[in-house]
């Protein structure tokens, strides 16, 4: 019997034991500001130089909130972390067991799609524009789902692929985290939780000491694991700890493993915050609306930018400005394009493996 086949045979009986969605529309609000941190992290400079130019108080201050947008990285990572947990453990209290089977048909539904859309056309840019490079080693990092570990040898590659190593990162925790999930009880996952924040926090002490660059710290799995395993800090922490760390993956120091641990303590800390919250920043129907679409805002968002750098050929610092808003425009009409018509497809096929039913589409 085939795979897909047992798949299948389990969804029949799953269906009887489906209960309400599980679906909090805070987390989906929370997750439109972390784009928003990532998109102004990768639009604007990092350089005080460029906000005291505008004269603007404190500008070191200003490159620092900038460059803490990053961070909206980790925090994508513990929002997947805290949904697949609760998903996870909300089946096995409802049906009493956890099948892996299952999980793995719904994340191939929900990620691959877009995923290796994205991989297409970065390989496609790269043979029609100057300004896109993907050699082979990246590609085949990504079709294999270790594109972070390519990041962190060679560095960023210049193209629209390039948000893909994150999902490479969350991919191999899916390897991982899930079948903890299943075999552990409740004292088991949280040991298992301090482990993988010890874990980070040892392998960025080890990626100083051996004197590699800076982007084992920031692509590297076992020095991200804190940010899907932990919860708390907070946003000043974000700032703060931006405000010193070095940029990948450039020299390395020491002072990026205690900055990496606030940024990681900071995601938990939004994370745990904005639960239940009935507040319209996170919860009113825009952000909401945003967030569901907020996989595309991110996997997208280099191609929105690259468009309207291509359309309006910008020269000045102004004009540059003004292109970054039309990229951030037209990487809304790419998302929400995306979602209608690549992801939604996908996304309802996705209940029928699902005995436990999330957000709906």
């Known amino acids: 019997m085939s795979l897909s086949t047992e798949v299948l045979n389990e969804v029949a009986p799953a269906k009887a034991m489906v209960s309400r969605r599980f679906y909090q529309p805070e987390l989906d ?5 972390a784009f928003l941190g990532v998109f102004v992290c990768h639009t604007l400079p990092f350089e005080a130089s460029f906000y005291h130019g505008l004269h603007l108080p404190m500008p070191w201050l200003w490159g620092a909130i900038v460059k803490a947008g990053a961070a909206g990285v980790d925090l994508f990572f513990a929002l997947s972390a805290f949904l697949i947990t609760s998903l996870l453990l909300k089946e096995r209290e409802e049906t009493g067991d956890i099948s892996l089977k299952l999980f793995y048909a719904r994340r191939v539904l929900r990620i691959w799609p ?3 859309l994205v991989i297409g056309l970065g390989v496609v840019l790269s043979h029609t524009m100057a300004n896109q490079h993907l050699p082979w080693y990246y590609v085949a990092g990504y079709l294999l789902f270790v594109g972070n570990w390519v990041h962190a040898v060679f560095g960023r590659p210049e193209s629209i692929a390039f948000p893909l190593w994150t999902v490479s ?15 552990l009880q409740r004292r088991g996952l949280i040991i298992s939780g301090i482990v993988m924040f010890l874990l980070a926090t040892v392998c960025r002490v080890g990626f100083v000491l051996a004197g590699v660059s800076g982007g084992y710290i920031y692509y590297g799995s076992t020095a991200r694991c804190d940010s899907i395993a932990l919860v708390g800090g907070g946003l000043v922490g974000w700032i703060v ?6 940029d990948q993956p450039g020299p390395i120091s020491m002072r990026e493993v205690p900055g990496r641990l606030i940024i990681s303590l900071a995601a938990g800390a939004m994370l745990y915050g904005s ?7 996170l919860t009113g129907a825009w952000v909401v609306r945003l967030g569901k679409v907020s996989y595309g805002l991110y996997l997208l968002h280099l191609v929105g930018l690259l468009l309207a750098k291509s359309v309006l050929h910008p020269v000045s610092g102004t004009a540059l400005l003004a292109t970054k808003a039309v990229g951030f425009v037209l990487t809304l009409v790419l998302a929400f394009a995306s ?3 690549v ?5 309802r096929m996705k209940d029928r493996f699902a005995r436990v039913l999330s957000r709906p589409v």
């Not at 609000?29 to 500001?33: A, M, S």
């Open 275 to 281: 639960l239940y919250s009935r507040s319209k920043l």
């Open 241 to 246: 700890s931006s405000a010193w760390l070095t």
């Open 339 to 341: 979602y209608r018509w």
């Open 169 to 183: 990162i969350e991919e191999q925790f899916y390897l991982v985290w899930p079948l903890l999930v299943k075999t």
């Open 29 to 33: 609000g929370l997750r439109f500001y």
């Open 343 to 347: 992801e939604s497809p996908f996304l």
């Open 114 to 116: 877009l995923y290796f």
